[in-house]
């Protein structure tokens, strides 16, 4: 994905970008860098996640032949978002209208300044809580990098109802269902969940299961991977979904029920079940 030599370079599916004056403007403003040495790994760091994860989201894109719509779930800073739109209009050529939206006021003006500053005439910032956000286009892909705990949640029910064609999420923390990870409802790892650690994994493994076999009985192939090493961030578990098919509720979500019951466990995503079938 990148190269460490005296000279940054970035590569992305085997081929080099070119870094443009425009790209190095863009990221002089988002005060991020291209890796070139030990130094400064911060600003290297959160570079890196974002092309790693930018890469997932234009690999579903690539062959599209529309305009495409895309929805940033809780985008702070909106890092990947800058990124994104930058390699998809000027190195992939393609059309694109990027939506970012954060309960934070200040970053929201913060981010429409520097698009406006770049003419990213395609990308906008929104200040609401995702769970009331309703855009007013059809939506394509639905992301989400390190929102916090339920707000993850959040950007799937987006997912969903709004029968966007693809999910991206990479968690922050996991606070809801993790707190209902205890020792006396699972008896064969008791002992493992007596160490904060080891119970804060468990809670972000099960919290992802939840979400995956949620998606899955709406018909969305998933994958739950590493989209970035961990020298970059620890948070690092992408949950990617795909729609095949038409959206509907299928058999399958009867594996999320049967799940949740044999944990034990109230989630948000049962909420947001309900409301969407009863708004069929
Ligand atoms: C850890 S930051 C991640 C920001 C950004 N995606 C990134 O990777 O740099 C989490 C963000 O989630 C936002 N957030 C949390 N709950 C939210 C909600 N319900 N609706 C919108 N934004 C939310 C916070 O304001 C914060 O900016």
Known sequence: ?????????????????????????????????????????RETSKFM???DFSAQIISHFKKYKKPIKLLDCACGNSYLSFILYYLLTEIYYKQVRIIGVDVQENLIDKCNKISEEMNFDGLEFHC?????YSPKDKIDGIYALHACDIATDYAIAKTINLKATAGFYASCCHRQISSQVLPEKSPFISELLRNTPFKEK????????????????FNYRTKIFEFTPVRWTDKNIMLKAELVGKPSLTPKINAYYTFISKHQLKSILSNILKTSLDQD
């Open 1 to 41: 994905m990148y190269q460490s030599e005296n000279k940054p370079k970035l590569t992305l599916f085997g081929e080099e970008i070119s870094i443009s004056p425009e790209f190095l403007r863009l990221l002089e403003k988002l005060r991020l860098r291209i890796p070139d040495s030990q130094k400064r790994m």
């Open 49 to 51: 996640q974002t092309i």
């Open 128 to 132: 609401a809580d995702i769970n009331n």
């Open 202 to 217: 468990v809670g972000a493994f099960i919290t992802d299961t939840t979400r995956q076999l949620l998606l899955e009985g």
